[in-house]
């Protein structure tokens, strides 16, 4: 099973400053990977899939952005808004079974 | 507008079957994507236990495979998962979302239900 290790476990940023969340695959998952943001009592949203493409469904804004390919990847939210301060999961399914990572937290500075 | 919604007991017994049933609507299950089943115990993080596609291939998680099953009920839009001889660490919240198929049986999950807790206690 791929193991995917997101760091750091948290993040305490000031709105309106950049985030860097970071994602690693134990082995390769190609470009296999999304990105999910989870707010407390809410189910998770897709953010980015195909490692770098923005959902569009949803209404993603675009200071969200993924990049990566391989075994390292990164979500990056160019500017903080309030509503971004939240737990974001990885998720890598270039291979079964489907794994998630273990979670950052964002957290207002 | 997807929407998916959850139903089923909130409370179960060491060694009964769980049964959750996910309620479609906005797409028609028969017309494409994978349907998934995910949780998430309290405090923690998410765990795949299975997908099925439209025409009924299953897919799951070897962790859980000896006690699942999902199957889909196209006539009214729904799938459902069955969780056979809970115990204590079955206690989560179970999730349904459709899953893209980038592979057969691999995707993302771009639409969820707002889960449905279930807890095991005696």
């Known amino acids: 099973e791929i193991v995917l290790t997101q760091s750091p476990g948290t993040l305490s940023l000031s709105p309106g400053e950049r985030a860097t969340l970071s994602c690693r695959a134990s082995q390769s998952v190609s470009s296999y990977l999304a990105w999910y943001q989870q707010k407390p009592g809410q189910a998770p949203r897709l953010l980015i899939y195909?490692?770098?493409?923005?959902a569009t469904g949803t209404g993603i804004p675009a200071r969200f952005s993924g990049s990566g390919s391989g075994t390292d990847f990164a979500l990056t939210i160019s500017r903080l808004e309030p509503e971004d301060f939240a737990v974001y999961y990885c998720q890598q399914y270039g291979d079964s079974p489907l794994t998630f990572g273990g979670g950052t937290k964002v957290e207002i500075k | 507008q997807v929407q998916l919604q959850e139903s089923g007991p909130g409370l179960l017994k060491p060694s009964e079957t769980l049964s959750l049933t996910c309620s479609v609507s906005?797409?028609?299950?028969?017309?494409?994507?994978?349907w998934g089943w995910i949780r998430q115990p309290p405090g923690k993080g998410l765990e795949w236990i299975g997908s099925?596609?439209?025409?009924?291939?299953?897919y799951y998680n070897p962790s859980l495979q000896s006690r699942v099953a999902i199957s889909v009920g196209t006539s009214k839009n729904q799938f459902s998962l069955w969780v056979s001889s809970v115990t204590a660490a079955d206690t989560a919240m179970y999730y349904c979302a459709r899953q893209g198929v980038a592979v057969a049986g691999r995707g993302e999950f771009d639409y969820w239900g707002q889960g449905n807790l279930v807890i095991v206690s005696s």
């Open positions: 099925i596609s439209r025409s009924g291939s299953t």
């Open positions: 195909g490692a770098s493409i923005r």
């Open positions: 906005g797409y028609s299950i028969s017309s494409g994507y994978h």
